[in-house]
């Protein structure tokens, strides 16, 4: 069974922040993850990895839709919502980088309605070919193709190249555990670290090492 999704919460109203978490944990496919302020947001964002973000415009410490842009030029390419009044600039949200502007007031049913549909249209996604380095990543493959040569993945190799890559930045050893192998009592840093010694020699290029060990975490050198 495939892990929860983990949504950002972005805002500074308790009552529906907490309305919108016990929505999304009602069907056991996301795990919302709460936020009052642009701070605590940032903060939350660098810390993890999120598969979407919902943010308010108007928060206690800032504007969200600068948080929004600061998100986008630090990498994080997830499907992001911003919130935002009845007399908010729409252009402006969609200018920041968010992929979606949802007008207060509005219905928990259709801010649900469109994080699905955000979330099928991501995943679709991985059908693409990426760029890793020198290599072509095909996840629905499970290969890494560099002109004639062609390296075989396994499929936790395979997710865990999926998950840094669309990370963008450091993900920590604790986070890729849980989103690889999900909430498994059996499973220890140890296996992580043996997938990941033979993944990084599989990769490993003459200029250099892809997957490298940083801050606590490991994280992919993309060009």
């Known amino acids: 069974m495939p892990s929860a999704k983990r949504v950002l919460l972005v805002d500074d109203d308790a009552m529906l922040r907490a309305s919108l978490a016990e929505q999304l944990r009602a069907g056991d ?7 009052a302020t642009a701070a605590e947001g940032l903060a939350a964002a660098q810390d993890g990895y999120f598969e979407f973000l919902v943010i308010d415009a108007g928060l206690p410490d800032g504007d969200g839709a600068d948080l929004v842009r600061s998100l986008r030029e630090a990498g994080v390419a997830v499907p992001i919502m911003l919130l935002q009044e009845q007399s908010d600039d729409r252009a402006r949200g969609h200018e920041c980088g968010a992929d979606d502007v949802l007008v207060k007031p509005f219905r928990l049913a259709v801010l649900l309605a469109r994080v699905n549909a ?17 290599y072509v990543f095909r996840p629905n493959a499970k290969i890494l193709v560099d002109g004639e040569n062609r390296i075989r993945l396994t499929e936790k190799e395979t997710e865990i190249l999926r998950f840094l890559k669309r990370a963008g930045n450091v993900v920590s050893r604790e986070t890729l555990l849980h989103e690889v192998w999900g909430y498994n009592p059996d499973i220890s840093t140890h296996t992580l670290e043996t997938h990941i010694y033979r993944l990084r020699k599989k990769i490993a290029t003459e200029s250099g090492e892809i997957l490298v060990t940083d801050e606590g975490g490991y994280r992919l050198v993309l060009t």
């Open 118 to 134: 955000y979330l099928r249209s991501h995943e679709r996604e991985d059908d693409t070919e990426e760029k890793i380095g020198p």
């Open 29 to 35: 496919a996301y795990e919302p993850v709460e936020a």
